[in-house]
């Protein structure tokens, strides 16, 4: 057993992704001796994904409504976002060198001529140039004793348990598995205690049994400038129509109320309002200009700007006799059934609720059973639409954490 005497000090940062690494760079700020135990080749894998798409480091949304985006926790983020924002996210960027802008929908973006790998580049630097030592290939397997942390070097085999001073566990969440992020480490929280919620996949396509002409015809098809509805949740933006059925910004934000409605029964209904950006009044009108004679599908293209697929999708979807009259088939154009099955599978999907329960920390993050051992990012039970708000709540949670442990190293060294 590797013990390091108390002069060492060290804090174990288990997880090298963004809360991982936001918790190390500020502890090692506050002069702390930090080693980051990573169990891939490489840390940031997940960050690097992220960056592949578009790269929505954080939103330019005033802070209270951003807090509300963690929706059941949304007192708790407005705490932990009070301590490191937006702003400080921003800020946080520009000391690495790499410029950000506010895109159209209020995202926040590095600028153009960097690219993530850069970013990850020029912070993995700042951590080393900190003193942050950085153990790649290392798998923690659980805890030993009050504070010892059972670890394998998978590139020897070789075994060992440390025992740092104060641990942040920041395993991520269970999606895209290849990055590293699992969610196998809720055997080892488990085995001394602590609950965990079981992972659900969030931010993830909605499943739509198509009939196969439709799946041919239609394929992958994007509906722009649509609302989304499920229950009392009404989302704007860009539809993707897909072989498997819906995908999309404003799924991926409904699925908690998708995964809700799956709950009280086998199928859950999006309503899709194909012109959300006329009145009622203004399409009804619309609709009666049609001239008798014209076939709907090409009124529709001409008047309404609903070309294909949108009359294969009202076929699909649709009553068997289309309405006709203005008033009926106003509404179905703005209530377009879509029966959903399920959500697509945890691996896919770009981040999950579940994880460590709120239950089992206190203020500081630090798990209840175990003092000294704090958790951050994705690992906790909370989730938030995409929009940059998953990376924004992973670095507020790792600041918060390291904020933690500072404290928590003062009040044991003055016992
Ligand atoms: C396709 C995709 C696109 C995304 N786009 C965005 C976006 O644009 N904006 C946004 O805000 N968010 C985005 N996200 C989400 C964001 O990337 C994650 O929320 C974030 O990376 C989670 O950070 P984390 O530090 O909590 O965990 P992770 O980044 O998952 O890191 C956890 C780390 O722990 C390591 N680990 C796990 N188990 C062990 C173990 N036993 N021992 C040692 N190490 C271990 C893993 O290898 C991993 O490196 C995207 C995600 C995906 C999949």
């Known amino acids: 057993m590797q013990r390091l005497s108390d002069s060492d000090a060290v804090v174990?940062?288990?997880?090298?992704?963004?809360?991982?690494?936001?918790?190390?760079?500020?502890?090692?700020?506050?002069?702390?001796?930090?080693?980051?135990?990573?169990?891939?080749?490489?840390?940031?894998?997940?960050?690097?994904?992220?960056?592949?798409?578009?790269?929505n480091l954080t939103n330019s949304e005033p802070l209270p409504d951003f807090a509300t985006r963690y929706a059941l926790h949304s007192v708790r983020f407005h705490e932990l976002l009070g301590h490191f924002s937006p702003a400080d996210l921003r800020q946080w960027t520009t000391d690495l060198g790499i410029a950000t802008y506010v895109g159209t929908s209020?995202?926040?973006?590095?600028?153009?001529?960097?690219?993530?790998?850069?970013?990850?580049?020029?912070?993995?630097?700042?951590?080393v140039e900190l003193g942050v030592e950085i153990r790649t290939r290392h798998r923690?397997?659980?805890?030993?004793?009050?504070?010892g942390l059972r670890l394998r070097n998978d590139a020897t085999g070789e075994e060992t348990t440390v025992c740092p001073a104060a641990t942040v566990l920041a395993l991520g969440g269970a999606s895209w598995s290849k990055t590293g992020s699992d969610g196998r480490w809720t055997a080892a929280l488990e085995h001394i205690g602590v609950q965990c919620v079981p992972f659900q996949p969030s931010n993830c396509?909605?499943?739509?049994?198509?009939?196969?002409?439709?799946?041919?015809?239609?394929?992958?098809?994007?509906?722009?400038?649509?609302?989304?509805?499920?229950?009392?949740?009404?989302?704007?933006?860009?539809?993707?129509?897909?072989?498997?059925g819906v995908e999309g910004?404003?799924?991926?934000?409904?699925?908690?109320?998708?995964?809700?409605?799956?709950?009280?029964?086998?199928?859950?209904?999006?309503?899709?309002?194909?012109?959300?950006?006329?009145?009622?009044?203004?399409?009804r009108e619309r609709l009666a200009q049609r001239r008798s004679g014209t076939s709907w599908a090409s009124f529709l293209a001409s008047a309404l700007r609903l070309g294909p697929p949108i009359p294969t999708l009202l076929r699909e979807v649709g009553p068997p006799i289309l309405p006709t009259e203005p008033v009926a088939l106003a509404h179905l154009l703005t209530h377009l059934p879509l029966p959903v099955s399920g959500l697509r599978p945890l691996e896919e999907a770009i981040s999950t609720a579940g994880g460590v329960a709120w239950t089992e920390v206190n203020e500081h993050l630090m798990l209840q059973r175990r003092p000294g051992t704090f958790v951050a990012g994705e690992m906790l039970d909370w989730e938030a639409p995409t929009g940059g708000y998953l990376l924004q709540g992973c670095f507020s949670t790792g600041a918060w954490a390291a904020q933690g442990v500072t404290r928590w190293l003062r009040s044991t060294q003055q016992q």
């Open 249 to 283: 910004t404003p799924v991926y934000a409904l699925t908690p109320a998708i995964r809700e409605a799956l709950g009280h029964s086998t199928t859950a209904t999006l309503l899709l309002n194909l012109k959300p950006d006329l009145t009622p009044t203004a399409l």
């Open 205 to 244: 396509g909605a499943e739509i049994a198509w009939s196969a002409f439709f799946q041919q015809k239609v394929k992958r098809t994007p509906l722009k400038n649509i609302a989304l509805t499920c229950g009392s949740h009404t989302v704007r933006g860009e539809l993707m129509l897909t072989e498997y």
């Open 12 to 55: 174990a940062i288990v997880g090298g992704g963004p809360a991982g690494l936001l918790a190390a760079q500020r502890l090692a700020e506050a002069g702390h001796r930090v080693v980051v135990y990573e169990a891939q080749a490489t840390v940031g894998r997940k960050f690097l994904v992220a960056g592949h798409g578009g790269f």
């Open 106 to 127: 209020g995202r926040v973006f590095p600028t153009a001529e960097y690219k993530p790998a850069q970013l990850l580049r020029a912070w993995v630097g700042r951590l």
């Open 140 to 147: 923690w397997l659980g805890f030993a004793d009050a504070t």
